[in-house]
Structures are given as structure tokens and as C-alpha cells.
């Protein structure tokens, strides 16, 4: 008998749900290129409204929405202050510097996921002919699966709109951020998110994460900010046509799947209470629903037999630099105890 595979790898795996496949199947459709596609206008405006901006603008992945996001704040010669860890500038291919001349000025994270303000502060450059001009300001919200806290945001934002300089969200994750942050605060989490994004500029969001849609992100801020971004989506290829399908996969994910972000992260923390103990591991404690194990001793050899002891049971994870499990939509607790059993087993513990 085989049994299902539990995939850890990352949150983006997850299949829509029955009742996101109907929706999308009943989705009016046009063409998006020439701004016809109901389902794409209407996502657009839903997530504009939802975050508290003019605008929004679809957008195949969040590595282009992040792309068209700097490009719209930049121009050639600028630079982007941004973490070393940030997805915007390690994760997606120099993207930025390639395609737009953008520099970026990497800083180092503290271990909350911050980025120091005076790090910032002194990152900015004077205008001086030697130097590239300072221009944006990048964070990311959840990072390495942490939630930066509210009143961090509040003033490295602040920071930087009182240096002159444009503020931009990498909210990939932003829901869980949200819905960590109404853990916290006792709100709800519409709420919470409309109070991070109103930090900043832009925001962009992916739907293929947490919330469970197959493709797509948003970028959303003001109508101008948005225009730049749609001629600069055409011009990386990101112009798609009947994208009313995807468009409403992601509308469906926005009404019925951000509260329950809850239960991933509840899972996450499920798992590293199941590993707890284990004298070998080291397990930061999660916050939503990424959990990061390091190996102490033999650390690389060690990743891989495990990984490999994992696949062979069907329990899939990653171990790019550390070990990470990801839970979504498309685990359950029972995945999880088998995961923890798994590796329990792995250790002899
Ligand atoms: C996944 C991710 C992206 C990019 O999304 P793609 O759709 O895979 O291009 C950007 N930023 C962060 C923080 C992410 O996790």
C-alpha cells in the first residue's frame, strides 16, 4: 500500500481546493492585456481595498511583482536597501541589478528578522556624485517565517520616508504575518494586514503560498505607482491574457483562506513540540508556519541521510542550509505525527 506523501518542502505545493477549481471554472473571462478580464479587475480591486491602496496590479509570481515593484521605485543608478536574507535580493536572481541597473545595499539581519536602524540609517547615502542614489527601502514581512514587530515596522518605515526614501513590503507571506500579529493583539487579521501594508508604498502578496492558489501575487499602491508597474509587467513578459481563472483562484483564497493560516501555524508548532528534545536537533521555535531544525555536530551529512530517510517514507522537506518543514493546506495533523515519528525514529529517540 503507498501512502500519501506528506510535503514539507515549501507552502507553495498545495492543489486547489474543490471549491477553488469550481470557482475558477466559473470564472468570466476577457482578456487581461486589454484591461477586459472581470475576474482579473475585480481580484485587483478586492486586494487594492483589502490592504488600503489605489491600486493593485496581478501578476504571474511574486519574484515579478517584487521585479516591477523596484523598477516602478527606481531608476538606474538608485539603490534598494534590503536584508542579506531578503527574497527580493537573494532569491530571485539579481533580478533588479539585471534588468533594471538597480544596486541593491545588502545589511545583515538580527536574529528577530530585523534590520538595525541605524544599519539603515547609515546605509543611506549622502547625495554625492561617488555614490549610487538611496532610493527604497525593502523589507519582508514574514521573514525566514518571523514576524517583524508592529512598532519595528512602524519606525524603520518612518526611517525611511523621513530620509526622502520610497518603502516597499515584500508580503509574500504577509496573511501569516497578519495572522500572527491578531494572535498577539487579540484582533483580527484583515485587520492586521491592512495596518502593516499601510506602512509602506507598495506591497506586494503572493497567493500561491499559504493562501493555497496554484499561481499569482498582487502589487498594490497608489494609481501612478501602479501604472509604472503594468508598463513594466508587459515589458518582462508578465502581460497574461485569460488570467480571470487565476485571478479568481486567488479571490477564493482571499474570502476563505487567511483566518485559517491559523491552523498551519498551529501545526508548525506542532511538529517542533513533537521534536522536542531530541538531543541532536536544534529547533527554532516557529511562529507561522516555517519550522527551521539545524543538526548540531556533523551537521550536512547528517541533513542529507535524513532527508533521505524522510523520502524514503514519503515525508518530504528541504535542507537548502538548514532543514525546513512547511505546513499548508494540504496537511493535516495526522501528516504531521507521522513526520515527527519519522524522524524520532531517525535518531533512535
Ligand atoms: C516565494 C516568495 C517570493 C516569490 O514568489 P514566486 O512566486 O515564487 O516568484 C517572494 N518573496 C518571498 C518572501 C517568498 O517567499
Known amino acids: 500500500m503507498t501512502q500519501k506523501i506528506i510535503d514539507l518542502r515549501s507552502d507553495t505545493v498545495t492543489r486547489p481546493t474543490a471549491a477553488m477549481a469550481a470557482a475558477m471554472t466559473a470564472a468570466v473571462l476577457g482578456d487581461d492585456v486589454y484591461g477586459d478580464d472581470p475576474s482579473v479587475n475585480a481580484l485587483q480591486e478586492k486586494i487594492a481595498a483589502m490592504l488600503g491602496f489605489e491600486a493593485a496590479l496581478f501578476l504571474p509570481t511574486g519574484t515579478q511583482s517584487n521585479l516591477c515593484a523596484i523598477l516602478s521605485h527606481c531608476q538606474r543608478g538608485d539603490e534598494y536597501i534590503v536584508g542579506q536574507l531578503a527574497h527580493c535580493y537573494r532569491w530571485e536572481g539579481g533580478g533588479a541589478a539585471v534588468l533594471g541597473s538597480v544596486q541593491p545595499q545588502p545589511l545583515n539581519h538580527q536574529a528577530d528578522g530585523t534590520l538595525l536602524l541605524s544599519d539603515i540609517a547609515e546605509a543611506i547615502k549622502p547625495d554625492d556624485a561617488h555614490f549610487a542614489r538611496s532610493r527604497l527601502l525593502a523589507l519582508e514581512n514574514t521573514v525566514g517565517g518571523k514576524l517583524l514587530p508592529f512598532d519595528y515596522l512602524q519606525q524603520a518605515t518612518q526611517l525611511a520616508q523621513a530620509r526622502g526614501l520610497s518603502r516597499h513590503l515584500d508580503g509574500a507571506r504577509l496573511f501569516n504575518a497578519a495572522v500572527a500579529q491578531a494572535a498577539q493583539t487579540g484582533g483580527d487579521a484583515r485587520t492586521e494586514a491592512r495596518r502593516i501594508a499601510q506602512c509602506f508604498d507598495s506591497v506586494s ?94 551537521a550536512q551529512p547528517r541533513a542529507a541521510a535524513l532527508l533521505a530517510h524522510l523520502q524514503a517514507q514519503g515525508i518530504l522537506a528541504t535542507g537548502l542550509y538548514r532543514l525546513r518543514f512547511a505546513t499548508h493546506l494540504d496537511v493535516d495533523a495526522a501528516g504531521i505525527d507521522r513526520a515527527i515519528a519519522a524522524i524520532r525514529a531517525f535518531f533512535h529517540a
Do not use: Y
Not at 492558489?213 to 502581460?239: E, Q, T, Y
Not at 485559517?260 to 498551529?266: G, I, N, S, Y
Open 205 to 298: 502578496v503572493c497567493f500561491s503560498k499559504g493562501l493555497g492558489a496554484p499561481v499569482g501575487s498582487a502589487l498594490c499602491g497608489s494609481r501612478d505607482f501602479i501604472a509604472r508597474a503594468h508598463r513594466i509587467r508587459k515589458m518582462v513578459g508578465g502581460g497574461m491574457r485569460q488570467a480571470g481563472m487565476l485571478a479568481a483562484a486567488a479571490s477564493h483564497a482571499l474570502d476563505h483562506h487567511v483566518e485559517r493560516l491559523a491552523q498551519d501555524h498551529a501545526l508548525a508548532q506542532r511538529l517542533a513540540d513533537g521534536l522536542a528534545g531530541i538531543p541532536e536537533l536544534l529547533i527554532e521555535p516557529p511562529q507561522t508556519n516555517l519550522l527551521f531544525v539545524d543538526l548540531s555536530g556533523q
